[in-house]
């Protein structure tokens, strides 16, 4: 049993981490909403409560978030549908079956989780010019793909590994294929450890910046992080339009992070499926 003070404690801790993680968001959210401090004419905006919604409106307008979010959003769904797929074969793969070389290939795929981004830009970017490829949607989703299967198949081969081998006997012996007891038998249960996986490569998709800020000059093709960084230095030189466009690049993710956030929070903590 725990007792009071030990929970009095507990609380104390996690009330004081909550507050230090809170605070940095809180401060820029409540500076997007404040007067606009910019150098030049006052813009106007509607306010409600003395919150300058108008803000919002204005950074959207001016560093032309509509257009950076539709790319950042095509890159992302794309990294993650094929991401996610590959991972989910080839974890299975390294999780359930037996072959010649496993052990090396695996490695490999390790080494990818281990390679940061930044060691391999420079190389990738004279290959991708090579192949005629730069500055345009494959160069920056492309190699967001590699990064993120690398990852996509540990996380699935661990899961693969400790599931039921009852189940997957009974499958084979009734005849199912492995695309079969693959897609129809493990994938199901699965489902917490690959909607993890999909909320994972999504925000570290949405998140990236080394690679578009290498790979592109298109203003069409920038991502959004990538577009808040030259909003930064190009449009404004206020706090309070750049804490709006901050707000707006990071809203997708926080939706969609709210959105799957059980299920995500299931598949970190949930154990194998076990007989």
Same mark, same amino acid.
Do not use: C, K
């Given at each position: 049993?725990?007792?009071?003070?030990?929970?009095?404690?507990?609380?104390?801790?996690?009330?004081?981490?909550?507050?230090?993680?809170?605070?940095?968001?809180?401060?820029?959210?409540?500076?997007?909403?404040?007067?606009?401090?910019?150098?030049?004419?006052?813009?106007?905006?509607?306010?409600?409560?003395?919150?300058?919604?108008?803000?919002?409106?204005?950074?959207?307008?001016?560093?032309?978030?509509?257009?950076?979010?539709?790319?950042?959003?095509?890159?992302?769904?794309?990294?993650?549908?094929?991401?996610? +797929?590959?991972?989910?074969?080839?974890?299975?793969?390294?999780?359930?079956?037996?072959?010649?070389?496993?052990?090396?290939?695996?490695?490999?795929?390790?080494?990818?989780?281990?390679?940061?981004?930044?060691?391999?830009?420079?190389?990738?970017?004279?290959?991708?010019?090579?192949?005629?490829?730069?500055?345009?949607?494959?160069?920056?989703?492309?190699?967001?793909?590699?990064?993120?299967?690398?990852?996509?198949?540990?996380?699935?081969?661990?899961?693969?590994?400790?599931?039921?081998?009852?189940?997957?006997?009974?499958?084979?012996?009734?005849?199912?294929?492995?695309?079969?007891?693959?897609?129809?038998?493990?994938?199901?249960?699965?489902?917490?450890?690959?909607?993890?996986?999909?909320?994972?490569?999504?925000?570290?998709?949405?998140?990236?910046?080394?690679?578009?800020?290498?790979?592109?000059?298109?203003?069409?093709?920038?991502?959004?992080?990538?577009?808040?960084?030259?909003?930064?230095?190009?449009?404004?030189?206020?706090?309070?339009?750049?804490?709006?466009?901050?707000?707006?690049?990071?809203?997708?993710? +926080?939706?969609?992070?709210?959105?799957?956030?059980?299920?995500?929070?299931?598949?970190?903590?949930?154990?194998?499926?076990?007989?």
């Amino acid at each position: 049993m725990i007792s009071r003070s030990e929970r009095l404690a507990n609380y104390v801790i996690l009330t004081a981490f909550a507050a230090f993680a809170l605070f940095p968001i809180l401060t820029i959210l409540l500076a997007a909403l404040g007067p606009d401090d910019s150098a030049g004419p006052a813009r106007q905006g509607f306010s409600v409560a003395g919150l300058h919604m108008g803000n919002f409106a204005a950074a959207w307008e001016i560093g032309r978030f509509g257009t950076y979010l539709r790319s950042s959003l095509a890159v992302s769904l794309f990294v993650v549908v094929v991401s996610v +797929v590959l991972s989910i074969m080839s974890g299975y793969a390294f999780g359930t079956m037996r072959f010649r070389g496993q052990s090396v290939l695996f490695y490999l795929f390790l080494l990818g989780i281990m390679m940061p981004s930044e060691a391999i830009a420079v190389p990738l970017y004279f290959d991708l010019r090579t192949l005629g490829m730069i500055d345009t949607f494959w160069s920056v989703a492309l190699p967001q793909v590699a990064l993120s299967v690398a990852f996509g198949t540990f996380w699935m081969r661990a899961y693969f590994r400790a599931s039921s081998r009852a189940i997957v006997e009974a499958a084979r012996i009734d005849g199912a294929s492995v695309w079969r007891i693959l897609w129809q038998v493990l994938v199901p249960p699965a489902r917490p450890a690959i909607v993890t996986l999909t909320v994972l490569v999504f925000m570290w998709t949405w998140n990236e910046f080394l690679i578009p800020l290498i790979m592109v000059t298109d203003e069409s093709l920038r991502t959004a992080p990538l577009g808040l960084a030259f909003f930064q230095g190009q449009y404004t030189s206020g706090f309070t339009l750049l804490a709006a466009g901050s707000v707006i690049v990071a809203t997708p993710v +926080v939706i969609f992070y709210l959105f799957l956030q059980r299920h995500f929070i299931r598949g970190l903590l949930q154990g194998a499926v076990r007989e």
